[in-house]
């Protein structure tokens, strides 16, 4: 085994443990990164295709809001283009397609209300809901006690507003609402602006597509520091003495002062701790499980929807097939269609064989676009749960009785170890930003402790 010496480790190459590196290295400190992986990027995956498409299997979009990643995208000169949203989306609901534009659907007035009134509850309290400690509101108890589906029940009256913000909760959250407490999504809601921002393209979290796709930026900003990062290189054991910590993986055994500690929760369990983390940190951290998503792409000669006035975007109630985005460039000839399946059915569709997989995606879109929609040049999907270093996505969540008995412990640092990763996040938790200003909070509390 290879014993290095290093001032800081940073456990993790995805955005959060760069942005840690990177603030590290700009005030000249002396650390390393180890990465399980081949590669870093973590939750992003950017893949070039044969057809001169480039796709994002793990994150993609950047909101106007997302300031942090704007940097980094301003700092590397990198391009660039909204998500297409001309034209008219389409809704299919029990077998009927409608037309409409904007975010929310077309359907009858009284649902329509009834959907409206619900977002509009959600954003008025969520606006209530501190970032750094929600377990204070006054009702948090109350809210953290019971799930997001628990209070659908009870606040949204007509069958088809409950299925279009089941729909809409699925495409935020990778999950379903019986999942996750009432008082985790509120504080996800604010921590993202608000609901509407969560599920807009415009002036939303779907705005903005890079040209080089998510991970082409990380790769740009780790690229003056990649000799300190150590690929293929598992933390199995982290123990701690009085000046600092020792970490093991199969084949190092590293000496440091201080950890970053970056893996999503569900994995800091894997690891491990001697002494052994605090009861309630440990429990936290049984208590954060993943969503499920799986991402298709469909590449096309053109992107002929365009043609008949649709915008490619569709929400639909029938599995697997709930949402649908254009995110080809304007400039493209190729039509790119991205499909999401999440929560629940993703969790049944990944199970299927990639042949049955296809057949039933293009089947579903072309029961809404025709005959072409059946025909694409390239069929690519990337389940999230197969990951062994993810575990699923896009975040880790929480349940009831999570962040009122245990949110306290998110953040907190044990002993020289500090924690960071978007689920540490107080802005834009669960996405790129958060995991940003994450890694930059956890390199603050390192710096102040060691300079
Ligand atoms: C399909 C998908 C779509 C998404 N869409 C968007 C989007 O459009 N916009 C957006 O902002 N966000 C999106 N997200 C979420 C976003 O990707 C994450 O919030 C972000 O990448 C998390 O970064 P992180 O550094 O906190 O964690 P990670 O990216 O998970 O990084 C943690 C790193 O730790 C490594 N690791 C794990 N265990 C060990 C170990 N034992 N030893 C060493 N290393 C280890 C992992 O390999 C990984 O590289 C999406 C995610 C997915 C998967």
Redesign the pocket.
């Known amino acids: 085994m290879k014993e290095i010496n290093t001032d800081i480790l940073i ?7 760069i942005a840690a590196a990177k603030k590290l290295h700009a005030a000249q400190q002396d650390f390393m990164v ?4 081949d590669r ?5 995956l950017t893949e070039d295709l044969e057809s001169g498409v480039t796709v994002d ?6 909101g106007p809001t ?1 300031h942090l990643v704007w940097e980094w995208i301003k700092e590397t000169h990198t391009e660039t283009y909204d998500t297409y949203d001309q034209g008219k989306n389409l809704l299919k609901f029990k077998n009927k397609i409608t037309s409409y534009t904007g975010t929310i659907p077309k359907i009858d007035p009284i649902s329509l209300i009834d959907l409206g009134i619900t977002i509009s509850k959600m954003n008025k309290l969520s606006a209530q809901i501190s970032l750094t400690e929600p377990w204070n509101h006054p009702k948090a108890k109350e809210f953290d006690a019971m799930t997001l589906a628990t209070w659908m029940e009870k606040h949204i009256w007509t069958a088809k507003a409950k299925h279009l913000f089941e729909i809409g909760i699925q495409t935020v959250f990778a999950a379903e609402a019986s999942e996750i407490s009432l008082l985790f999504a509120l504080f996800y809601f604010k921590s993202g602006d608000n609901m509407d921002t969560l599920i807009s393209i415009k002036n939303g ?1 779907q705005q903005s597509i890079l040209k080089g796709g998510t991970q082409g930026l990380i790769k740009k900003i780790a690229a003056s520091f990649l000799d300190k990062i150590h690929l293929e ?3 199995l054991r982290l123990s701690q003495q009085a000046n600092g910590i020792i970490a093991e993986t199969k084949m190092l055994k590293i000496n440091a002062r201080k950890c970053i500690l ?3 929760p569900v ?1 800091i369990s ?2 491990e701790f001697e002494p052994p983390l605090p009861q309630q940190k440990a429990q936290l951290y049984q208590r954060m499980p993943m969503g499920a ?1 799986m ?1 298709v792409y469909l590449i096309y000669p053109t992107p002929f929807w365009r043609e008949m006035g649709f915008s490619g975007q569709i929400v639909s109630d029938e599995y697997p097939l709930k949402v649908t985005f254009d995110v080809g460039h304007t400039d493209s000839e190729l039509g790119v269609l991205l499909v999401f399946v999440e929560g629940n059915d993703a969790r049944n569709f990944i199970d299927l064989e990639e042949g049955t997989r296809r057949k039933m995606i293009l089947e579903r879109v072309e029961k809404i676009f025709g005959h072409q929609a059946s025909m694409p040049m390239q069929y690519i999907d990337k389940c ?1 749960t197969e990951e062994v ?2 575990r699923g ?3 880790g969540l929480m349940g009831p009785n999570t962040l009122t008995q245990f949110g306290h412990q998110i953040r907190a640092p044990f002993k020289h170890i500090h924690f960071a ?2 689920e540490t996040a107080d802005k834009w938790c ?6 940003i200003s ?1 890694g930059y909070r956890a390199a603050s509390e390192v710096l102040k402790e060691t300079l």
Do not use: H, N
Not at 57 to 62: D, F, H, P, T
């Open positions: 456990v993790g190459a995805g955005y959060a443990g180890i990465e399980a992986r870093i990027g973590g939750r992003t299997m793990g994150a993609k979009w950047v997302q979290a290189s598992p933390l970056t893996i999503p994995l894997t690891i998503a991402k999230w270093y993810s996505c896009y975040t990763g978007t669960g996405y790129l930003d958060g995991a994450s």
